[in-house]
């Protein structure tokens, strides 16, 4: 059996966390979670996970910037991201797109969207 | 009588002209006339100040003025009040240019009998009245379009005002949308996630009645969550910030995307749902996700309502347009709420199936969507026998369709 592949949960949202940390558990993920922009980037340069679910609006610094962020240091770069979030408007879209998002899912999500994005998305 | 009495000012400095004319006005045998004499210009101008003439018979050359100056002194002071120039010059030119300041008539000395004068003196009276009534009424329209000009300006300034504040509010209203819209989700999204867990028995395993009951939960949280959506979406088409674009696409494309993503559902509910083209594409100039948000709403709908049979998807190329059949085998749409279909917040089938809600804006939202790229939208329905949405799509849209506020009632249901 290969290691177990991480999942880096970035979510201000706690209830939505751990929901969700049980959904990816439940599929045979380790999720770590992180509740703002500058702890999910510390924790994912200090030991970079698999695939990154981020949330868009999140206080402090925003999923986009984290986004920017993640993409521009050499050690998180290559670490698939994908947008989570409520404001589904175009512009966040596109700009997930352009700082380099995998996918970007708006909430509520179907469990197999996020689940079939994650699959597709994640580091092997 | 008395009251019909002509007030006049005979201005004249020689005695023996002035002796003449008076001889000639005393002619008149009515006594119409009652003349006062004056024979300086400072004492016309005195006089005309203190009592009120009907007309002046001026001599321009008295001791302390002479020539056209003497009329224009008069005049000056005495706009409304008719002038006979009365001068001992036959000068054709200089009576032109008497006549050009306003005086209303140029009499020369020795040539003038006693009809002539008389004349003269009544038709400048008449005249000078007919020109004061007319000046008046010019007077008067200037006043009147000095007036409405100042009003329409203001009225214009307040429709700017108007505008600038709607428009201010519009974008506040959006802003505010896009805000409260994330905070509805943001607790649906977990809500709906506790419950899908449970569903996928993700904690634990759970028994028909509790599935039943989570599942009834589980299809309001999906119906808040489509409303939230259409909410948004209906809002933003309204102040027009509902960005669509023209991109190329290929329709065919799309209409194979569209099968495929609801394909599983219409095969979970037993019924088939099939592409019917005959060509491999069909390249159109269309705004995707709004073309696709159409396809989504109609396609849904079909499904939600059809219980035996299928859906069928078909695409027929027109030459300059497409045109889109999506046609389903279900319970149809009863004929009296046809023409409201495409109307907000119509819930045509409310009471036909139990639990398949909508939120009456998905039709609404399509029309506005195919009506922006100069298209059209109807349907046919027959009850029991099934629904066909029909849209006809212009392949190039010729305009940047500007949307207006208010839609035309136009109701383009056969």
Known sequence: ?124 | MKTEEINTLFVEDSPGDARLIQELLSEEKRGLFRVTRAVTLEETLDKLSNTRFDVVILDLNLPDSAGLETYSKVQKHHPALPVVVLTGYDDQQFATLALQQGAQDYLVKGSVGHGLLVRSLLYAIERKRIEERLRRLNEELEQRVTERTVELTNFVGQLEHEIAVRKRAERTKDEFLSMVSHELRTPLSIAKEGIDLLLDRVPGEINAKQERVLSLAKRNMDRLGRIINNLLNISRMETGRLQMKLETIDFCELIHELHDTFQKRAHEKGIRIQVETEQDSIMIQADRDGIMEVLTNITDNAIKFTQRGGVRLSVEDHLDTLQCIIADTGVGIPSESLPKIFDKFEQFHRDIIRGEKGTGLGLAISRDIIEWHGGSIWVDSEPNKGTTFTFRLPKAPSRPVSRTGGREERQPVK
Request: proline letters at 5%; one cysteine or more; a negative charge.
């Open chain 1, 1 to 124: 059996m290969a290691e177990q592949q991480t999942i880096l949960l970035v979510d201000d949202e706690h209830e939505f966390c751990e929901l969700l940390r049980m959904r990816l558990e439940s599929d045979g993920y380790c999720v770590q979670t992180a509740e703002n922009g500058e702890d999910g980037l510390a924790q994912a340069v200090d030991d970079p996970p698999h695939l990154i679910l981020l949330d868009v609006m999140m206080p402090g610094i925003d999923g986009i910037e984290t986004l920017q962020r993640l993409k521009a240091d050499e050690r998180t770069k290559h670490v698939p991201v994908i947008m989570l979030t409520a404001k589904g408007d175009a512009k966040s879209v596109f700009a997930a797109k352009k700082h380099g998002g995998k996918a970007y899912l708006v909430k509520p999500c179907l469990p197999g969207d996020l689940l079939d994005q994650v699959r597709r998305n994640i580091l092997r």
